[in-house]
């Protein structure tokens, strides 16, 4: 979030590290010991030496960048639906605060039995009747995401995650398959609402609702997630095997390092893979 971001590039700042946006690693070349990145900026392209190498992307990114042999694909399976509100919603249950409700995790269509139908809908090959899905309203917590005019003005934002959405139902016909999913998810979370969302949804500059929906296609294209995976691979117990180091981020050249979510012990957006290839290098 704002504050949480501003606070650890500060902290890094403070700490002797140099920040440099608009720089796209392109390649990284080591011999275990001593390793060059290569990176593309508006003015061309410039070689950085370095001891070690810490990689905050997916593994299948990582090893395009060394140009090893690539993991296997990876396949998301979620419908991303950010919203930008001049209010919260009013709830069918008037006894319960909208600021209450949307504290926390918001749950929709997330019982056992709509879960397994959803499940067995997208097994099929067919997209979720009832899709389900989990709403958070991160301005409540961090008001900093907006900006201070917005905030004043008591604006809110709405992040919906919609789940059993697999890359493959959107293959055919991304566009159509997002505008069916999306109106399908908003009737689930209407359901629980006196009014339509989109009554609460601002306009942007040229009069149209501020909302954007994000198939695992889109996240490929537009953040390289690797099959639209936001963890970057499917989840797992933490577990160590032959090509695993004591902290679950070493990789097959001895000074390059992975710290995103695709790490052994990732941990999802935990930032555990962080923590653990900043230890990694320290114990070196």
């Not at 010991?33 to 950085?48: I, Q």
């Amino acid at each position: 979030m704002g504050a949480l971001t501003d606070a650890l590039a500060g902290a890094a700042r403070a700490a002797g590290a140099e920040i440099r946006v608009r720089h796209e690693a392109t390649r990284i070349e080591t011999d275990g010991s001593a390793a060059e990145v290569t990176v593309r900026t508006p003015d061309g392209e410039h070689v950085v030496a370095a001891r070690r190498v810490l990689v905050n992307a997916s593994p299948q990114a990582l090893a395009a960048l060394l140009g090893d042999v690539p993991p296997p694909p990876a396949e998301g399976a979620q419908l991303k639906v950010n919203m930008l509100l001049t209010r919260l919603p009013r709830l069918r249950d008037r006894s319960v605060d909208p600021r209450q409700a949307f504290a926390g995790t918001f749950h929709i269509a997330e019982g056992y039995g709509q879960l397994a139908d959803a499940y067995r809908d997208a097994a099929a090959g067919r997209l979720p009747t009832a899709p389900p899905s989990e709403i958070y309203c991160h301005s409540l917590t961090d008001p900093t995401i907006l900006g201070p005019e917005l905030a004043a003005r008591g604006y809110q934002t709405l992040t919906l995650f919609g789940l059993h959405a697999p890359a493959r139902l959107f293959t055919a016909d991304n566009d159509a398959a997002r505008a069916a999913l999306l109106k399908a998810t908003l009737a689930e979370l209407d359901a629980h609402l006196e009014e339509p969302i989109t009554d609460c949804l601002a306009l942007d500059a040229n009069g149209e609702p501020c909302i954007e929906a994000k198939t695992p296609l889109d996240l490929e294209r537009d953040l390289r997630l690797p099959g639209g995976h936001i963890f970057h691979r499917d989840l797992s117990f933490p577990y160590a095997d032959e090509g695993t180091g004591r902290w679950g981020v070493e990789t097959a050249h001895a000074n390059v390092l992975l710290c995103g979510a695709g790490a052994v012990r990732g941990g999802g957006v935990s930032g555990v893979p962080g923590h653990n290839a900043a230890m990694a290098a320290l114990g070196e």
